[in-house]
């Protein structure tokens, strides 16, 4: 099957500036000069605007201007604004709000900042940086292990709140509460509501390493 290859170049929301999309897929549907009728690219589908690159099995365009990007079946993508990559099996971008909602096994990657999250649900705006996570949400940060139902993550200002039987493992210590916010830079960690946690004293466990080393001496 010969692979399409397109480019599509338009006044975005009527304005002076105009964005490139670039697109290619084995076939497609709709066209191409459309303003407002769907674009279906179908069979290894990728779409690049100016700072979203996506791949998947089949991608739409949909929407004035093509403001609306739905894509479906082993989507990949990486935003080259907000440094970040991402795998699911769906995902929804609006070019307009800069809004994009993955779902479906949601892996995202903000290795600017050493941040790993996986989730069910992962919903990413890009203007304010903040992505709401949702079901099975886990975060792993340096030494952090953070599980939670539900999780805010603010990349500029590197934290996390965290709610849904949320738990945070640092090394050999573990803390749990209604609620906990963490300050990615920092490590502060604040637990709110029916609080619990172990905590190794790593400085007895060094002396008794040392008194054992002695009495073999």
Known sequence: MRKVFALLFFAFCASAFAEKIIFSADSMTGRSGSKSDDTKLIGDAFVKTETMEIK?????????NFRYILAEGRVEGVNSESE???????????????????????????????????????????????ALMQIGVKILQKDNTCT?????????????????????????????????????ETNEITLDGRVSGIVTDTKQESSAEDSKTTEKK
Request: glycine share 4%; hydrophobic share 35%; with cysteine.
């Open 56 to 64: 998947a099995e089949e991608i739409t365009l949909s929407g004035e």
């Open 84 to 130: 970040l990559t991402f795998s699911c099996g769906k995902m929804r971008y609006d070019r307009s709000t800069k809004i994009a909602f993955l779902e479906d096994s949601v892996h995202l990657i903000d290795s600017k900042n050493d941040v790993t999250a996986d989730a069910q649900i992962i919903e990413y705006n890009q203007d304010t940086e903040i």
């Open 148 to 184: 939670a139902a539900h999780a805010i993550y603010k990349k500029n200002e590197q934290t996390l709140d965290m709610s849904g039987n949320p738990k945070i493992v640092q090394g050999e210590d573990t803390f749990r509460a209604q609620e906990i916010s963490l300050n990615l």
